[in-house]
């Protein structure tokens, strides 16, 4: 081999050196950051007809699709049970544990040993002020109750709006990296650096919605959920959805009163089982139009059982049939065709109010015209013997079968409870699933160890061809002196 050729062959071989030193201290400097994929320097022997050496042929980026596949599923089972868990524990905290302080089963206990108390005594005005404040803590329990549903139901379709935007605007984002990607392979120009940014930008969606990537031939990928709605293939796909400013008991997407997904102007199935199943945006939707509107129908429907047990037909025999009971929707009489949200309009007649001047007629009627005898206890252990009373519940929300007041109350709260429970364990799986996933994707990246290794081979390399082109120095010089 000529001085020449040894002297090409060694420069070649610096300048391969020297971009793999550079590669290995961005691998090293990014062994942590979500998105990098490792870098190696391909290299190719020299071109036919030269002495040798090696030549540059590109960065190659390495990545596990399938494990990445895998996570980013996981990312969005997870977020789903997230979302879900922490709806249901917000539930369970309002309605309270059976027996502590607060819980709307206290709230019952309350108000049926306070007319016990006052069946004893009926004559005690004080007795008879406690019932009527039990009553009120126990109607406010419900009617706060329902406000927190709806507006849990508000902060879920505020919630998919938010989503919806973030999903459009990360689609165009990877729509604008794909069309990089293709230029830069095109121009033989390195596309590391646009591939980590396009895979944190589908990891930043990854737990909205499921995904499922194909990549192109050029380097382009079309990103599809896993139920199978195109989201980008050449060019993004517009998902819309129109918030509402407010969400009463009774508006329902299947009643006209919200909104769903539409996709390019269409609509779209929204529901936990469409196209778009399976993340945080099945999560708000699965809180808005069915969680939520369940825990509303039994509240109500156990308001609704409240009301017509103590209402005209039921012990207090003052009554007429079109009059307010106990309990009333709003101060007026019920009306069976007007049930939803009952439970935030439910409250205690103005006749027996705390402070009214008149709870005498929680102990002579609603209807009496006169007070009677003040030791008459009859009516109030009629008012606390309705509460036990097993009857068939009037509303198809609650099953029908005879269960008391009571009954109804506890199967309430520990219906809420289970519930929690379940989510709470499903969340604690995926979460444990899900950091599986993800260490097994951060072993396959950037191994720290192994870089350094790999910089002492490079230092090691780059003294040879040092040492050689030294070698041809000292060469060429005598040769220059002969």
């Known amino acids: 081999m000529s001085l020449t050729g040894a002297l090409y ?47 540059i042929a590109g960065v190659i980026r390495h990545s596990d699709p399938i494990i990445i596949a895998d996570r980013r599923v996981s990312d969005a089972s997870l977020a789903f049970s997230s979302d879900m868990y922490a709806h249901s524990k917000r539930l369970e905290s309002l309605v309270g544990e059976t027996g502590t302080p607060g819980s709307l089963a206290e709230r019952v206990t309350a108000f049926e040993n306070a007319l016990i108390s006052a ?30 549903i709806q507006l849990s139901r508000q902060a879920a379709d505020t919630s998919i709006g938010k989503q919806v935007a973030t999903l459009n605007e990360a689609l165009g984002r990877i729509d604008d990296l794909n069309g990089n990607i293709i230029k830069a392979s095109a121009t ?14 589908l990891d930043s969606i990854s737990d909205i919605v499921p995904l499922r990537v194909i990549e192109r031939e050029r380097g382009d990928i079309a990103v599809f959920t896993t139920n199978g709605a195109m989201l980008l293939d050449g060019s993004p796909l517009v998902i819309g959805f129109e918030t509402v400013t407010s969400i009463g008991a009774g508006m329902t997407m299947a009643a006209g009163n919200l909104n769903g997904l539409t996709v390019n102007g269409l609509s779209v199935n929204s529901s936990s089982t469409g196209m778009f199943s399976g993340g945080s945006l099945a999560a708000q939707f699965a809180i808005r ?56 309009r439910i409250e205690l007649n103005s006749l027996v109010a705390p402070d009214s001047g008149s709870v005498w007629r929680l102990r002579d009627g609603l209807g009496a015209a006169t007070q009677g005898e003040v030791g008459e206890g009859r009516l109030l252990q009629s008012i606390a013997a309705a509460l036990t009373t097993s009857t068939v519940p009037s509303s198809s929300s609650l099953p029908s079968v005879s269960r008391s007041f009571v009954n109804h109350i506890s199967e309430f709260s ?19 699933q899900n950091t599986a996933l993800s260490e097994l994707e951060f072993s396959k990246g950037v191994d720290t160890d192994q870089e350094l290794q790999r910089l002492m081979q490079i230092e090691q390399q780059y003294s040879a061809n040092a040492k050689v082109m030294s070698v041809v120095d000292d060469l060429m010089e005598r040769l220059m002196s002969i």
């Open 119 to 148: 069946a004893t005594n009926p004559a005690s005005t004080q007795r008879l002020e406690n019932i009527s404040t039990a009553a009120t803590s126990l109607t406010r329990s419900l009617n706060d109750l329902s406000e927190e």
């Open 188 to 201: 033989g120009s390195d596309s590391a650096t646009l591939l980590d940014e396009r895979q944190r930008v």
């Open 9 to 55: 062959n060694a420069f070649s071989g610096l300048q391969a050196n020297s971009r793999a030193a550079s590669l290995v201290s961005t691998n090293i400097s990014n062994a942590t950051t979500e998105g990098y994929g490792r870098r190696e320097l391909a290299l190719t022997p020299g071109a036919v007809g030269t002495t040798g050496g090696v030549r």
């Open 414 to 432: 520990s219906s809420i409870s289970g519930t929690r429970v379940r989510a709470e364990n499903e969340h604690s799986f995926l979460s444990s």
């Open 289 to 344: 139009d069915d969680a939520a509107v369940d825990s509303q129908a039994e509240l109500d429907a156990i308001a609704r059982d409240l009301i017509e047990r103590l209402g005209p037909g039921g012990p207090d025999t003052t009554l007429g049939a079109a009059d307010p009971g106990l309990f009333t929707d709003s101060g007026a009489a019920f009306d069976p065709l007007n049930e939803d949200g009952l439970a935030a």
